[in-house]
């Protein structure tokens, strides 16, 4: 007899505000890297940038609009997980994102995001118009545990 919810390695969904739905579609992606035997670095890696890329989404895409909601897309593979973010705004300049660490903003408790998805990440891509980030972790090899590409 089939599972009734079997587990899945990818899925698109719509998020809105409501953290539970969010926390749930987090704990199956995270469940779906731990099955195909990601190192707990990497899963905590993604952890991190998805949770950045759905805040930003949330916070500044979707911002003022009266149902904000946000799609997420994710795929679990042998070698590699792909997450896709994607909000309702008008998009932005990524290269336009003020340095966090500059002297002027080190202090400021906002606005690491971007910085944080770049450097857990293998990959992270802005589409045009900015609405959109497309987040690749490859697979840790022993000899290179973290390497990323902009």
Same mark, same amino acid.
């Given at each position: 007899?089939?599972?009734?919810?079997?587990? !899945?390695? $990818?899925?698109?969904?719509?998020?809105?505000?409501?953290?539970?739905?969010?926390? !749930?579609? $987090?704990?199956?992606?995270?469940?779906?890297?731990?099955?195909?035997?990601?190192?707990?670095?990497?899963?905590?890696?993604? +952890?991190?940038?998805?949770?950045?890329?759905?805040?930003?989404?949330? *916070?500044?895409?979707?911002?003022?609009?009266?149902?904000? !909601?946000?799609?997420?897309?994710?795929?679990?593979?042998?070698? =590699?997980?792909?997450?896709?973010?994607? &909000?309702?705004?008008?998009?932005?300049?990524?290269?336009?994102?003020?340095?966090?660490?500059?002297? &002027? +903003?080190?202090?400021?408790?906002?606005? +690491?995001?971007?910085?944080?998805? *770049?450097?857990?990440?293998? +990959?992270?891509?802005?589409?045009?118009?900015?609405?959109?980030?497309?987040?690749?972790?490859? =697979?840790?090899?022993?000899?290179?545990?973290?390497? *990323?590409?902009?």
């Amino acid at each position: 007899m089939p599972e009734a919810n079997p587990p !899945r390695n $990818e899925a698109c969904v719509t998020l809105d505000e409501d953290t539970s739905l969010y926390r !749930r579609i $987090e704990a199956e992606i995270l469940a779906a890297l731990e099955r195909a035997e990601f190192p707990k670095e990497a899963i905590f890696a993604v +952890r991190l940038a998805l949770e950045e890329a759905v805040t930003n989404a949330l *916070r500044h895409g979707a911002a003022g609009l009266p149902n904000p !909601r946000v799609t997420l897309s994710w795929r679990v593979e042998p070698t =590699r997980v792909t997450i896709v973010v994607e &909000d309702p705004g008008p998009g932005f300049n990524p290269d336009a994102v003020p340095d966090p660490t500059a002297p &002027d +903003r080190i202090h400021l408790p906002s606005g +690491r995001g971007i910085m944080l998805m *770049r450097a857990f990440m293998t +990959r992270v891509e802005f589409t045009p118009p900015g609405n959109r980030v497309i987040m690749t972790l490859d =697979r840790p090899s022993a000899s290179q545990p973290h390497q *990323r590409t902009m």
